[in-house]
């Protein structure tokens, strides 16, 4: 039975480590993506002045770059620690407007984002 009750105590002490390190990692890796999501919402805020004055949207999506947002003057430039990224942002009217970000740097790509664009 102490036998038993030893174990029992020598796992859930593991477990707890184990869960401890997890968390923590998970803390370092979000902290390490901020700053690329900061860049990703710069872009979205960027593309919306663009959609308000430039384009009226009916039904359907259109795709807006980082260089047309750059050469119109609604986004500065796109860096993050002298990092220069490219992205686009798509533009969907399904009723209302949604935009969705993609962005490519050096250390970090948005999932799903395609070279085409």
Same mark, same amino acid.
């Given at each position: 039975?102490? %036998?038993t %009750?030893?174990?029992?105590?020598?796992?859930? !002490? /593991?477990?707890?480590? @184990?869960?401890?390190? @997890?968390?923590? @990692?998970g803390? /370092?890796?979000e =902290?390490?993506y901020?700053k690329y999501r900061?860049? #990703?919402?710069? $872009?979205?805020?960027? +593309?919306?002045?663009y +959609?308000h004055?430039?384009?009226l949207?009916?039904?359907?999506e259109?795709?807006?770059?980082?260089e047309? $947002? !750059?050469e119109?003057? *609604?986004?500065?430039? $796109?860096?993050?620690d002298?990092d220069?990224?490219?992205? &686009?942002?798509? /533009?969907? =009217? =399904?009723?209302? &407007?949604? *935009?969705t970000?993609y962005?490519?740097c050096?250390? *970090?790509?948005?999932? =799903?984002?395609? #070279?085409n664009?």
């Amino acid at each position: 039975m102490k %036998k038993t %009750k030893i174990l029992f105590i020598i796992w859930a !002490i /593991i477990v707890l480590i @184990l869960i401890c390190l @997890l968390t923590a @990692l998970g803390f /370092i890796l979000e =902290n390490k993506y901020e700053k690329y999501r900061v860049l #990703e919402d710069k $872009l979205v805020n960027s +593309a919306k002045e663009y +959609a308000h004055s430039e384009i009226l949207l009916d039904e359907g999506e259109v795709t807006v770059t980082t260089e047309e $947002l !750059i050469e119109l003057e *609604y986004l500065d430039s $796109l860096e993050v620690d002298d990092d220069v990224c490219q992205g &686009y942002v798509v /533009i969907t =009217n =399904n009723g209302t &407007y949604e *935009y969705t970000p993609y962005i490519t740097c050096k250390d *970090y790509t948005t999932r =799903n984002f395609s #070279e085409n664009k």
